[in-house]
T-cell receptor
Framework: AQSVAQPEDQVNVAEGNPLTVKCTYS??????LFWYVQYPNRGLQFLLK??????LVKGSYGFEAEFNKSQTSFHLKKPSALVSDSALYFC???????????FGAGTTVTVRA | DSGVTQTPKHLITATGQRVTLRCSPR?????VYWYQQSLDQGLQFLIQ???????AKGNILERFSAQQFPDLHSELNLSSLELGDSALYFC?????????????FGPGTRLTVL
């Protein structure tokens, strides 16, 4: 069985400060890892993914994430947060030998001006 | 705009009724996924189709069924509706349906069961 944990329901940061959204996972075999963002009344939008290769993955809107195999983590980061980054963020994991993705419960990010 | 369309946007119905949600994937995408998003359950994977065939099944109730048609659009049928079925239902599509493909989500159908 596979699972994703996003330990923080909410993250609050000031604009211009670094933003980190945490994610840990459990999966059999090699993981495929994703981050998605959901704005109010919208569907999820893909931000970035880790499939293989470099542990540091760069994605849309200045976001990046680091795959850490030993800690089974895939934290999302942005060096300087914007008010427009305020949204609900989902981490997702799927095994390389199956088709199902499991999503975390989501973390609400609020960036104050 | 992801290129995935879903109809209707909103649906209000009564307990015991049956509804059909429709999804058109992005042009060229062969795989369609259905998800249910509710406050208490979060985002739950229901089912995946690839080129007309069921590929993976998640937490889909027996009262729910889906299919993907030859033109690749998909329908999710929900029957004997209960109050707890009230949720946002998302459709997503991807190119090949493999787990290493990102999924593109539609805007969702908000179902309210009264």
């Amino acid at each position: 069985a596979q699972s994703v944990a996003q330990p923080e329901d909410q993250v609050n940061v000031a604009e211009g400060n670094p933003l980190t959204v945490k994610c840990t996972y459990s999966v059999s075999g090699n993981p495929y890892l994703f981050w998605y963002v959901q704005y109010p009344n919208r569907g999820l939008q893909f931000l970035l993914k880790y499939i293989t290769g470099d542990n540091l993955v760069k994605g849309s809107y200045g976001f990046e994430a680091e795959f850490n195999k030993s800690q089974t983590s895939f934290h999302l980061k942005k060096p300087s947060a914007l008010v427009s980054d305020s949204a609900l963020y989902f981490c997702a994991v799927g095994p390389s030998n199956d088709y199902k993705l499991s999503f975390g419960a989501g973390t609400t990010v609020t960036v104050r001006a | 705009d992801s290129g995935v369309t879903q109809t209707p946007k909103h649906l209000i119905t009564a307990t015991g009724q049956r509804v059909t949600l429709r999804c058109s994937p992005r042009s060229g995408d062969l795989s369609v996924y259905w998800y249910q998003q509710s406050l208490d359950q979060g985002l739950q994977f229901l089912i995946q189709y690839y080129n007309g065939e069921e590929r993976a099944k998640g937490n889909i109730l027996e009262r729910f069924s889906a299919q993907q048609f030859p033109d690749l659009h998909s329908e999710l049928n929900l029957s004997s509706l209960e109050l707890g079925d009230s949720a946002l239902y998302f459709c997503a599509s991807s190119a090949s349906g493999e787990n290493n493909n990102e999924q593109f989500f539609g805007p969702g159908t908000r179902l309210t069961v009264l």
